[in-house]
């Protein structure tokens, strides 16, 4: 596609029920990145892939959250059992190298209620 | 660990005047220097990339400068209008390779009167 793809665009979930936040890349994009933004808050690094591997996944803030990427092309972010404070807006970003400027998508709203 | 600093969280300008927006940076070694926008409820939009062996860009109205070893960079925006009005982010990458993450500041909100 023309930029980078994420779905779905708004998400409200009960507390405790798992989610699944996609992120289709630029094409032939090999790195590719997932960022939180809460309220008010700047963007929060989560995880970095380099292809299918993800070289960084410092950024995850517990062991709810993971993430993988298949063909080195779509990424999915999971959130187990998830809590009101995971309630941000997820953002992907891609690009074609790791030093090469990086394309945000446009974010999932995710809201836990 | 990279910290990114833009002071002032927010700015208000009558149109037309040009201005600085600064960002500076803790760890020298990085890769590259981006500028991103946002508008409100919407993802960010790359404005310009600075190479670490670059010392400006220039697209537009919009011109970055990157001073590495003194940790600094600045987007200077010509002529501003109203539809400048966002928030604008800075994000840097490197001090453990190509496979670092973007380290961002926590952006200038930007509002230019008409």
């Known amino acids: 596609g023309a930029g980078v793809s994420q779905s779905p665009s708004n998400k409200v979930t009960e507390k405790g029920k798992d989610v699944e936040l996609r992120c289709d890349p630029i094409?032939?994009?090999?790195?590719l990145y997932w960022y939180r933004q809460s309220l008010g808050q700047g963007l929060e690094f989560l995880i970095y892939?380099?292809?299918?591997?993800?070289?960084?996944k410092s950024g995850l803030p517990s062991d709810r959250f993971s993430a993988e990427r298949t063909g080195g092309s779509v990424s999915t972010l999971t959130i187990q059992r998830t809590q009101q404070e995971d309630s941000a807006v997820y953002l992907c970003a891609s690009s074609l190298g790791g030093t090469i400027e990086a394309f945000f998508g446009q974010g999932t709203r995710l809201t836990v209620v | 660990k990279q910290e990114v600093t833009q002071i002032p969280a927010a700015l208000s300008v009558p149109e037309g005047e040009n201005l600085v927006l600064n960002c500076s940076f803790t760890?020298?070694?990085?890769?590259?220097l981006q500028w991103f926008r946002q508008d409100p409820g919407k993802g960010l939009t790359s404005l310009l990339l600075i190479q670490s062996s670059q010392r400006e860009q220039t697209s537009g109205r919009l011109n970055a400068s990157l001073d590495k070893s003194s940790g600094r960079s600045t987007l200077y925006i010509a002529a501003s209008q109203p539809g400048d009005s966002a928030t604008y982010l800075c994000a840097v990458k490197g001090g453990t390779g190509a496979n670092s993450k973007l380290t961002f500041g926590k952006g200038i909100t930007l509002s230019v009167r008409p």
């Open positions: 094409s032939g994009h090999t790195a």
């Open positions: 892939f380099q292809g299918n591997s993800a070289p960084d």
């Open positions: 760890d020298s070694a990085i890769y590259n």
